[in-house]
């Protein structure tokens, strides 16, 4: 199983900078740089609807589901 982050592909398509993001939302630039690479193993809630709220976007439009494609051996 695989989550994927898009919230890079979401915040160049509304034109806003990762410092500007992350001071609407209240976090680090450290923070939202893990986030929009995907260097994380969870987000908060809360988290999730101040970025959704800034962006004005909806979870789905930053997180994607890529189910594990079995081998064929």
Same mark, same amino acid.
């Given at each position: 199983? +695989?989550?994927i982050l898009r919230l890079d592909r979401v915040m160049a398509d509304r034109k806003i900078s990762l410092n500007e993001l992350a001071a609407r939302v209240g976090i680090s630039n450290v923070n939202l740089s893990k986030i929009k690479t995907g260097k994380i193993s969870a987000i908060r809630f809360s988290t999730?609807? +101040?970025i959704c709220r800034e962006l004005d976007?909806?979870? +789905?439009d930053i997180?994607?589901?890529c189910p594990d494609v079995p081998?064929?051996?």
């Open positions: 199983m +695989a989550i999730l609807e +101040a976007c909806q979870p +789905a997180l994607e589901y081998k064929v051996e």
